[in-house]
Structure formats: structure tokens, C-alpha cells
């Protein structure tokens, strides 16, 4: 008898209720779990959005619902979901997933996740509105018709002639009266009212600017027929894999992503194709445009309303192919087949606010949880996919040649500590300005990077030796001409510039070092008869301004394209003959470990805008380090050398590739009180190392490269291992019940991955 009842302590509890477990932007633990009321029951579905009671809160607090399960409402209170806010889930299932791994992998609220994940407007539901169409009564007889009075009678007309619903305000036009006579039939009941939700009215859906780009359809070199049946296998494998295509520029990159997208779309699949938002040019949208019928182009100036138009055309399933910045990667596509992020290495696929997720990891859990590849393609691969081409995680796809048997440019350098070399005043060296001159006798075009805006980058008294620097970030103020204003460029405090020393009053202020404003003073005293434009974030402000001096570049009114790393990007214009690199060593000599990638790239990026036609192209690069790797590597156009290099380097140091990073910036208002907290999560740090047993080397705390930001106190930590689970479970431990003293205005960021030092 007692062998058949289970002991008490086993009691097998029943499942009686259905839970649903909820997660929130303000929390960083959960899900937690909430009863399903009956009449919720068949409502409710993971990636809605419902409110729930949590704590002694009176109001609902907002929760995402990412799953439904049976439970036991036994030994436990739960509580009700309380509010159901979606008619149905703004994400799938797969999505919801994603969202709940880059929670985890990041650290980051999952509620915030979302937030990132499904845009306000979607969540707001603005961009909709509620629109009130009017038909003709069918109750309204000839006879009727014919008594009213006239005004009255042409609205029906109106309506009649139309044979469509109209609203108030087309019916005044149409009808050529005021909305009076509309008011009074509405009365009379003699038309009626239909209530629609739709868009804007306001929204300008951008038209296909297909920017002279024809419609082309080449015949594949060998190299793009190798890489597209290549890509082509993955698709139809039906699982996931990761392929890094590595051409150099102008080997036809983009053209062998259409071809897999088409094959992707002939099988009713769709695709997404992340560029770096400056490489959304018209040439980049016309080319997929004129390809597929139907192209969601994302991009951050797009107004709420189109960003919601477009995310529920491609949630129905409308479009073929999505192409935008990172954000692109969560497009609510249901029946994804490829993901392609072109330009793999470039910094902007990073966010660098919460959630500080990178695109490249994100669509490489999103590819492999959906069983699809994901394709990266670059000139200049990152070291972290490089490093996965050669640990088997993914497949090397090279294109060492450029298209139609073009040569790779020939890259001259200059050696900026020669005096000879560098000419007599300026930025514009002797060979350099000779070589422009040259290009612009023969017709040609040019462009010269320089990687620093503004006029001049330092503002310095000779006689005290002052730097005028921002209070807030104690960074040198840069001058710009335009106003005279001196700018700081890390939190954009400004003020007029000073005439004077604001320390000694010495009245003979110097201003020094070199931004993209003065070499464009230095290139139209040089060349005079050149058409010259500047492109930096500060002329490039106004939306559009961007793809209007492309066109002008294209169209030849302009022949000096002058401007920071936003001209290195993606552009394919036939006719420049010349690139030439003002200062190649900007980036070198910066306190990060990728400092010499980040060199390599731009320089090989910029060089591969030239010799993209029949007449070649030729770069010159200008630096006080001609014997540097990167410079080396970049002007011999040798990605292999530069990479073998650069991993001896990494590998020194177990810095990623090879190793894992993670860093924690602690701010606040005051620096001894900011330290503190720094150090308390430093020992935190330690002892979960220590519990974890985990091999995991904490750096700091320290004050990072810019101190002082926006008037905090900055410090940060750096924590390094050979996994990223490793780092991101210490990091767990340490921080999961840490709570700074809201008093203190102190916070701290957990940055994994990070980017920038
Ligand atoms: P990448 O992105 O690799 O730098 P692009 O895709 O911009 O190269 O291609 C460079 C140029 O070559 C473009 O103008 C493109 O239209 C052209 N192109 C691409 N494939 C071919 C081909 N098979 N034959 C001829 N021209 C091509
Ligand atoms: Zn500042």
C-alpha cells in the first residue's frame, strides 16, 4: 500500500496553469513567470507585448512575452498578466530567440533588446492613422439626388464619377467646394462614412532614384562564377555556414551578391544586405533596384512613418530584399534564405550605444539558428573573419583580380620627412600637387582623403603654450572656419574662437595641424581652375547633400573630391585617375590594438577607388612612416602579408581574433567617487575569476584614451580571455546583484566585443 504513494517530498505537482514568461527593458534577470488568464488564453503569443504587476508598482509595467508554457501554480504566488497591448506578435519566434541570445551575449535587458529590435514606430504604431472615406448612401435615390441644393449635388456627382471612396478634404478639391456641404450630406446620412487605418498621406516613400544605372546583367568573370556556385551550394545546403568573400576592390563583389540573391529569390526565399550606411548611395540602391521588384531600402534619415511602412511590407512578406546599416539585420523577413553584410570590416557595424551589438555577430546567430548562410565580403576582411576562414569556421571565397583584366593601381609613397618630398608649404606635397595637376590637364578626376574635419585641429598660444580644450572632455578644440567657431568633435561643445590666449592674453593665437577646411583653402589657391568639393560629416549635414555631390562627381562638375573616410567607401567612378592620401599615419598611432588594421584598410580602401576604368589610376599616399607594415601592406596591395603580420601581433598579446575582450566603462560626475566604484567592481571581477576558476586577465581600472566625456569621468576595465563565454560568465557574476548608489550618478557600461578603446 505505501509502495504506491509517492513520499510527500516527491509529490508530482499537477500542471494546471499556463504560464507566460516576461522579460523587461529595466531588468536584466528573467523571463519571469506570469498566469495566463482564461481569456487570454488564446490570445496571448510569444512577441507581444502585455503589462503585468511587478513589485508594489500600481501600474501595469510593459513586459515582452518570449514564451508560453505549462506550469504548476503550486507552492508559488503568481500573478496575472494583467494587459495585453498587441493584436499579434511583432516578432517570430525565430526573432524572439535572437533577441534572448543577444540579451545574454551582451548583457543588456531583453525588453531593451527589443526596443532595438522592433522600430518606435512600429511599437507606437504611429505611421498609421485613421482616415474617414465617404461613399455614395445606397439607400440614395435619383430623386433624392436631384433636390439637393447645388453644392450638395456635385459632391454626389463627385462621388459617382470617382467610384471610390474619398475623403472630406479630396472631395473639396475634386468638387471645387468647401467641406460644408459634405458636413450636411454626412447629416442627412446621404453618404457614408468608412473608417480606414493607412500611412500618412505625408509619407514620401522615396521613388526608385535609379540614378542612370541601367539595368546590367555581365557575364561573370571566372573569378564571380567560382564564388557564385560557391554561394550558390551553401543556399541550396540547407544549413548554416558562414563564407567570407575576400575581392579586392573592384573585383565585382556586388554583382555576385545579386546573382545569389536572384538564385535565393527564384526559390521565393528573400535576402539582407547590410552596407555601411555612407555606401547607401543611389549608384549602390539603383543597382539592386533595377534587379529585383521589390527593395526595402532602410536608412537612419528614413521619418518614422516609412520606417513603419516598410518593416510591415516585409513582415507580410512583400519584399525581396532588404538593404540598410546594421539595424538591417533584425528585418522581420518571414522567409529569409541570405544574409550578405558587405564591407564586413567596417567599424559602423558596431553600435556604440545599448545594445552595443555588432551586425557581423548578430547575423551570424540569426544565419545559424535559420540554417542559412551568411555572406561577408570585403577588400580588407576584418581579422576576426579572417581568423575564422583559417579555424574552419568559415569558408575563404577569393577574387584576387579585378573585373575586365584591370590592373590594381600603382601606390607611390611619400615620405613626409623629406624635406624635398614634402615641397615648401602645405599638405599638398610636390609629387602629389604635380600629380593632380597632371590629372587634371588630362581630363580627369581626383580625390584626396584626409581623415580629420575641421579647419585646424589644435588651437595653441606660442607664448604660454595654452591649448584651448573642451571643459568637458579636456580634448584640444578644433577651428572651424565657417563662423569661427572652435568645436570640440567628442561631445560637440562649442564656442566662438578666441582671438586671444584665454590664459595669458597673448593677442597672436596660432592655429595648427590640418582638417579636411584648410586643405580645401590650400586646393583652391593650388588649383585654381579645379571644381572642388568637400565631403565630411560637417558639409554633408542636410539629408541628400551626400548624394548630391556624388552625382555632381559623377557627372564631372566637379573633378576634386576632397573629404574624410566617407569618400574611401564603396564609390565606382570610372574616371579618377588619382587618389592621394594626405596624412596616412592618422590613425596609427592611436592607443588600440587595431590601430594598423584600421590603417590598412583605409588606405587600401581609399586606394581602390582609382583605375575603375580604361585609363588606370594611380594613388599617392603621403606619411611620416613609409616602412610601416600597414603602409607597406596597403601600398603592394598584399591583404595575406599584412594579415600573417598582423595575427604574430594579436597572438603576442591573445588580443581578438585570438583571444576574447570585453571592457567596462565606469562614469560619473566625480573622479575619486567614479575610482571608487571602478575599484569595487574590479575586486567583484576578481573574485568571480577566482570562484569560475576561469583564466581571465582584468586590466585596470585606467582612464581610457578620452578621459574626460561630456563632463565624466571615465575610467574602464578590460578583461581578456580565449573565450567569450569565459569573459561574458565573469562579467555575469561579478555584476548580477551590483547596484551603485543612485546618489552618486555613477554608471557603469559592459561593452563586449568592444570596437574602440
Ligand atoms: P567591388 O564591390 O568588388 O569593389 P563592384 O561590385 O563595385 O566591385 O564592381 C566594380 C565594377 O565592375 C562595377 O562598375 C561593376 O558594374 C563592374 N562589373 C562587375 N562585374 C562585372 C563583370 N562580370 N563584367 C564587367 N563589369 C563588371
Ligand atoms: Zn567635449
Known amino acids: 500500500l505505501f509502495e504506491t504513494d509517492p513520499p510527500p517530498w516527491e509529490l508530482t505537482v499537477q500542471e494546471d496553469v499556463r504560464l507566460a514568461s516576461i522579460v523587461f527593458a529595466?531588468?536584466?534577470?528573467?523571463?519571469?513567470?506570469?498566469?495566463?488568464?482564461?481569456?487570454?488564453?488564446?490570445?496571448?503569443?510569444?512577441?507581444?507585448?502585455?503589462?503585468?504587476?511587478?513589485?508594489?508598482?500600481?501600474?501595469?509595467?510593459?513586459?515582452?512575452?518570449?514564451?508560453?508554457?505549462?506550469?504548476?501554480?503550486?507552492?508559488?504566488?503568481?500573478?496575472?498578466?494583467?494587459?495585453?497591448?498587441?493584436?499579434?506578435?511583432?516578432?517570430?519566434?525565430?526573432?524572439?530567440?535572437?533577441?534572448?541570445?543577444?540579451?545574454?551575449?551582451?548583457?543588456?535587458?531583453?525588453g531593451q533588446v527589443f526596443d532595438t529590435l522592433i522600430p518606435s514606430s512600429v511599437r507606437a504604431a504611429a505611421g498609421t492613422r485613421q482616415t474617414t472615406?465617404?461613399?455614395?448612401?445606397?439607400?440614395?435615390?435619383?430623386?433624392?439626388?436631384?433636390?439637393?441644393?447645388?453644392?450638395?449635388?456635385?459632391?454626389?456627382?463627385?462621388?459617382?464619377?470617382?467610384?471610390?471612396?474619398?475623403?472630406?478634404?479630396?472631395?473639396?478639391?475634386?468638387?471645387?467646394?468647401?467641406?460644408?456641404?459634405?458636413?450636411?450630406?454626412?447629416?442627412?446620412?446621404?453618404?457614408?462614412?468608412?473608417?480606414?487605418?493607412?500611412?500618412?498621406?505625408?509619407?514620401?516613400?522615396?521613388?526608385?532614384?535609379?540614378?542612370?544605372?541601367?539595368?546590367?546583367d555581365f557575364t561573370l568573370t571566372p573569378q564571380q562564377t567560382v564564388a557564385l556556385e560557391r554561394i550558390?551550394?551553401?543556399?541550396?545546403?540547407?544549413?548554416?555556414?558562414?563564407?567570407?568573400?575576400?575581392?579586392?576592390?573592384?573585383s565585382g563583389k556586388t554583382e555576385v551578391y545579386i546573382k545569389a540573391?536572384?538564385?535565393?529569390?527564384?526559390?521565393?526565399?528573400?535576402?539582407?544586405?547590410?552596407?555601411?550606411?555612407?555606401?547607401?548611395?543611389?549608384?549602390?540602391?539603383?543597382?539592386?533596384?533595377?534587379?529585383?521588384?521589390?527593395?526595402?531600402?532602410?536608412?537612419?534619415?528614413?521619418?518614422?512613418?516609412?520606417?513603419?511602412?516598410?518593416?510591415?511590407r516585409i513582415r507580410r512578406g512583400e519584399v525581396q530584399v532588404v538593404i540598410g546599416p546594421r539595424s538591417a539585420v533584425f528585418a522581420p523577413l518571414p522567409n529569409l534564405g541570405l544574409i550578405v553584410l558587405d564591407e564586413e570590416h567596417d567599424t559602423s557595424f558596431k553600435q556604440d550605444?545599448?545594445?552595443?551589438?555588432?551586425?557581423?555577430?548578430v547575423a551570424h546567430a540569426r544565419a545559424m539558428a535559420l540554417g542559412i548562410p551568411l555572406l561577408l565580403g570585403s577588400a580588407t576582411p576584418s581579422m576576426e573573419a579572417w581568423h575564422a576562414t583559417q579555424s574552419g569556421h568559415a569558408e575563404l571565397i577569393s577574387m584576387p583580380d579585378r573585373v575586365a583584366n584591370r590592373p590594381m593601381p600603382d601606390v607611390q609613397l611619400i615620405d613626409l620627412r623629406i624635406r624635398d618630398e614634402r615641397g615648401v608649404s602645405g599638405a599638398i606635397s610636390r609629387p602629389l600637387h604635380a600629380a593632380i595637376e597632371e590629372t587634371l590637364r588630362d581630363q580627369g578626376q581626383a580625390i584626396l582623403l584626409l581623415n580629420r574635419r575641421g579647419f585646424a585641429t589644435t588651437i595653441q598660444c606660442p607664448s604660454c603654450g595654452?591649448?584651448?580644450?573642451?571643459?568637458?572632455?579636456?580634448?584640444?578644440?578644433?577651428?572651424?572656419?565657417?563662423?569661427?567657431?572652435?568645436?570640440?568633435?567628442?561631445?560637440?561643445?562649442?564656442?566662438?574662437?578666441?582671438?586671444?590666449?584665454?590664459?595669458?592674453?597673448?593677442?597672436?593665437?596660432?592655429?595648427?595641424?590640418?582638417?579636411?577646411?584648410?586643405?580645401?583653402?590650400?586646393?583652391?589657391?593650388?588649383?585654381?581652375?579645379?571644381?572642388?568639393?568637400?565631403?565630411?560629416?560637417d558639409t554633408m549635414k542636410r539629408p541628400g547633400s551626400h548624394q548630391r555631390v556624388l552625382s555632381e562627381f559623377r557627372s564631372g562638375e566637379i573633378n576634386l573630391l576632397l573629404g574624410t573616410q566617407m569618400i574611401a567607401k564603396g564609390l565606382d567612378f570610372p574616371n579618377v585617375l588619382l587618389v592621394g592620401v594626405i596624412n596616412a599615419d592618422s590613425a596609427l598611432h592611436f592607443p588600440d590594438f587595431r590601430a594598423a588594421e584600421r590603417t590598412f584598410q583605409l588606405v587600401t580602401q581609399v586606394a581602390g577607388r582609382t583605375g575603375r576604368g580604361d585609363r588606370g589610376g594611380r594613388v599617392i599616399v603621403q606619411t611620416f612612416s613609409p616602412e610601416h607594415p600597414a603602409i607597406q601592406a596597403a601600398s603592394q596591395h598584399d591583404y595575406l602579408k599584412f594579415v600573417e603580420g598582423e595575427m604574430v601581433n594579436r597572438r603576442k598579446f591573445n588580443y581578438p581574433p585570438l583571444g576574447s575582450v570585453a571592457r567596462i566603462i565606469i562614469r560619473g560626475p566625480l573622479e575619486d567617487k567614479t575610482e571608487t566604484v571602478a575599484d569595487a567592481i574590479l575586486a567583484r571581477l576578481e573574485s568571480a575569476r577566482d570562484l569560475l576558476n576561469a583564466e581571465v586577465r582584468i586590466l585596470g581600472p585606467a582612464p581610457p584614451p578620452i578621459v574626460r566625456l561630456r563632463g565624466k569621468y571615465r575610467f574602464h576595465l578590460l578583461l581578456q580571455a580565449s573565450e567569450a563565454a569565459v569573459v561574458g560568465e565573469t562579467i555575469r557574476r561579478a555584476l548580477a546583484d551590483f547596484k551603485v548608489d543612485p546618489k552618486e550618478d555613477i554608471e557603469y557600461l559592459i561593452d563586449i566585443d568592444p570596437m574602440n578603446l
Open 26 to 110: 529595466k531588468s536584466p534577470h528573467g523571463p519571469y513567470d506570469y498566469r495566463i488568464p482564461d481569456h487570454l488564453r488564446e490570445e496571448l503569443k510569444p512577441g507581444m507585448r502585455v503589462g503585468v504587476p511587478l513589485g508594489h508598482r500600481r501600474k501595469a509595467t510593459p513586459g515582452w512575452c518570449v514564451g508560453i508554457k505549462e506550469g504548476s501554480s503550486a507552492h508559488r504566488k503568481l500573478r496575472d498578466v494583467t494587459e495585453l497591448y498587441d493584436e499579434s506578435p511583432l516578432c517570430d519566434a525565430a526573432l524572439v530567440r535572437l533577441v534572448m541570445w543577444m540579451s545574454h551575449y551582451y548583457q543588456v535587458p531583453a
Open 133 to 216: 472615406y465617404f461613399s455614395v448612401s445606397p439607400d440614395l435615390t435619383a430623386e433624392q439626388i436631384e433636390k439637393l441644393p447645388a453644392k450638395q449635388k456635385s459632391v454626389i456627382e463627385c462621388l459617382i464619377v470617382q467610384k471610390k471612396p474619398m475623403t472630406a478634404a479630396e472631395l473639396a478639391v475634386t468638387a471645387q467646394c468647401t467641406e460644408d456641404p459634405i458636413r450636411r450630406l454626412r447629416k442627412k446620412e446621404c453618404i457614408v462614412p468608412e473608417v480606414r487605418r493607412e500611412m500618412h498621406t505625408g509619407i514620401r516613400i522615396q521613388a526608385q532614384t535609379n540614378d542612370g544605372e541601367a539595368k546590367q
Open 232 to 250: 550558390n551550394a551553401a543556399i541550396d545546403g540547407g544549413r548554416g555556414r558562414t563564407l567570407l568573400l575576400h575581392g579586392v576592390t573592384g
Open 261 to 312: 540573391i536572384e538564385h535565393v529569390v527564384s526559390q521565393a526565399g528573400s535576402a539582407i544586405v547590410m552596407v555601411p550606411e555612407i555606401s547607401l548611395t543611389p549608384q549602390t540602391r539603383g543597382r539592386f533596384e533595377s534587379r529585383f521588384d521589390s527593395v526595402a531600402v532602410l536608412h537612419s534619415q528614413m521619418s518614422p512613418s516609412e520606417r513603419h511602412f516598410h518593416w510591415q
Open 353 to 361: 550605444t545599448q545594445p552595443r551589438y555588432h551586425a557581423r555577430k
Open 466 to 537: 595654452h591649448v584651448v580644450a573642451c571643459p568637458d572632455c579636456d580634448m584640444p578644440l578644433t577651428h572651424h572656419r565657417d563662423g569661427g567657431k572652435a568645436m570640440c568633435h567628442y561631445c560637440d561643445y562649442t564656442i566662438g574662437t578666441p582671438p586671444w590666449c584665454p590664459a595669458c592674453r597673448f593677442d597672436g593665437i596660432r592655429y595648427g595641424g590640418l582638417g579636411t577646411q584648410k586643405l580645401e583653402v590650400e586646393a583652391k589657391s593650388k588649383f585654381p581652375d579645379a571644381k572642388i568639393a568637400r565631403m565630411d560629416s
